[in-house]
């Protein structure tokens, strides 16, 4: 099956850096690569997402980029602001096997002033 | 206001007593999913459904049992719960089980 690594755990930025979350998979047929949000006490929420025919997808301050052959995907966000804390997680899976999405253990990130 | 509900939010039992964890949403999805959150272990999927009367295992199925007889409802079953199954538990749902999942609020559950 798939297996989604994510690093680092814990990622804390001044407001207005940069902040980056990597990940890689296993499975070569993976084609979908959502992200998430979780602020504390909430459910995930969905903050992009990119399909295997791109390489890179942009929505304002944050941009997730994906190498199918080394089989990598990260999100970047820029100009960081407080709200922006909270617990990141990536996840993979196969579009027409739909259900099985495979996400990564999450990333900590702090943002602070 | 287009939403997934689980109920309760938060609960404490005792080794062995079934219980259930009930999941609404009210978008007329067809895909609903059950995780399990663990500190260090991310997102894991316990079992999910693409349809009424369609289910299937994830990743952590032991231990517990699903059923969707009605398009919006898709409760959780532990019928014999255990101290490792104490986690935080969320439900999902998608239109299809391809792309953007609509989580809960999740559910805290102390088993003693």
């Known amino acids: 099956g798939e297996n989604v690594e994510q690093h680092p755990s814990t990622l804390s930025v001044q407001e207005g850096d940069s902040a980056v979350i990597k990940c890689t998979y296993s499975d070569s047929a993976s084609n979908y690569f959502p992200w998430y949000k979780q602020e504390l006490g909430k459910g995930p929420q969905l903050i992009i997402d990119i399909r295997s025919n791109v390489g890179e997808k942009k929505d304002q301050r944050i941009a997730v980029t994906l190498n199918k052959t080394a089989k990598h995907f990260s999100l970047h966000i820029t100009e960081t602001q407080p709200e922006d804390s909270a617990v990141y997680f990536c996840?993979?899976?196969?579009?027409?096997?739909?259900?099985?999405?495979?996400f990564g253990t999450g990333t900590r990130l702090q943002v602070t002033l | 206001e287009a939403q997934v509900t689980q109920n309760p939010r938060y609960l404490i039992t005792v080794t062995g007593k079934k219980l259930t964890v009930t999941c609404s949403q009210n978008m007329n999805h067809e895909y609903m999913s059950w995780y399990r959150q663990d500190p260090g272990l991310g997102l894991r999927q316990i079992y999910y459904?693409?349809?009424?009367?369609?289910?299937d295992k994830g990743d952590v199925p032991e231990g517990y049992k699903v059923s969707r007889k009605e398009k919006r409802n898709f409760p959780l079953i532990l019928e014999s719960p255990s101290p490792n199954q104490t986690s935080l538990y969320f439900c999902?749902?998608?239109?299809?089980?391809?792309?953007?999942?609509?989580f809960g609020p999740g559910t805290r559950l102390t088993v003693l």
């Open positions: 999902a749902s998608s239109p299809r089980g391809d792309g953007e999942q609509f």
């Open positions: 459904s693409m349809n009424v009367e369609v289910t």
């Open positions: 996840a993979a899976s196969r579009t027409g096997t739909a259900s099985k999405l495979t």
